[in-house]
């Protein structure tokens, strides 16, 4: 009886420690704040470009003025 019973205690003992080592797949995704920050900026400024651009666009048209000439 002890020989089955510390059978079982060897055992449960390797079983849980190879259990516990065990490698779990972890998927980490890094970004570069920086590079986010330049990008949103960039954005910004070249949206805001364009908002300018159609409005000289649209007082020219209003206007019947012609900066091109």
Known sequence: ???????????????????????TKETKIEVESDDVADDVEDAI?????????????VEDAVTGEDDNS
């Open 45 to 57: 400024d070249d949206a805001g470009d364009a908002v300018e651009d159609a409005a000289d666009d």
């Open 1 to 23: 009886m002890k020989k089955v019973i510390l059978s079982l205690a060897v055992v449960f003992t390797l079983s849980t420690a190879f259990v516990s080592c065990r490698d």
